[in-house]
């Protein structure tokens, strides 16, 4: 190992005074997502070097102080890789992720079962465990339904029952009131500056939380092998 190479131990010891909440699965889950590349050792373990620290410092910058989610961060990095100031910089829309824009079109009923490939009775079943709802009990169902649909239908293949998938609805409801009590104040202020603050705290949020979400997954599946 390079005496510039860190263990991933190592480099959160650096990272801790300045990011008290960097944690491995905080460092895992960036890699997930392509935002960081730490070199291998022959052990596969993983080596982070002076340029690997300059680079997660600077995603947790904009996380903390910004509140941009990753995939805006991600557009940026190439940017702030060549040296560019990008804090002026508007990126375009398309390329934010954000949890309260949701993609797609309101789809109807028919529509919705021939492309997710649920059942009549499925669907009901879904919308009885109140995992998918048509808008004002009419027959169009709104944007990202199709997407719930077809990931339900893909668990009920697998032998999960719609009764099953309810825990998935809890649980995010959940983590929702999370956010909701975090941006209580902000969502409460008049001002447009604070609406727009809570809207960055959210999509901050939802990616701590997802990150948070994986990492506990992942540990959860890797015991059910052992």
């Avoid at 499925?122 to 709104?142: A, E, K, W």
């Avoid at 979400?213 to 959860?220: E, K, N, R, V």
Wanted: with cysteine.
């Amino acid at each position: 190992m390079d005496n510039d190479d860190l263990s991933i131990g190592e480099a959160i010891d650096l990272l801790r005074d300045e990011f008290p909440d960097v944690s491995v699965s905080k460092l895992r889950f960036l890699e997930s997502q392509g935002l960081i590349k730490p070199a291998r050792s022959d052990g596969g373990y993983r080596q982070f070097g002076r340029d690997d620290l300059k680079r997660i410092r600077y995603i947790l910058v904009q996380q903390r102080d910004h509140f941009l989610p990753l995939k805006v961060i991600k557009s940026k990095l190439t940017l702030w890789e060549r040296g560019e100031d990008v804090e002026d910089i508007d990126l375009p829309d398309d390329g934010e992720e954000d949890p309260l824009e949701i993609e797609g079109e309101p789809v109807v009923r028919s529509d919705l079962l021939r492309i997710s490939g649920l059942s009549d009775d499925q669907l009901d079943d879904l919308i009885s465990h109140g995992l998918i709802s048509p808008d004002n009990d009419s027959t169009v169902f709104p944007p990202g339904a199709t997407q719930i649909a077809t990931e339900c239908r893909r668990l009920i293949d697998l032998g999960l029952e719609p009764r099953h998938l309810r825990a998935v609805r809890l649980s995010v409801e959940r983590e929702a009131e999370l956010i909701r009590q975090l941006t209580a104040p902000l969502l409460r202020a008049t001002n447009v500056d604070a609406r727009g603050q809570a809207r960055g705290v959210i999509s901050s949020a939802a990616d701590s939380i997802q990150a948070l979400h994986h990492s506990i997954l992942s540990s959860a599946l890797r015991a059910l092998m052992d």
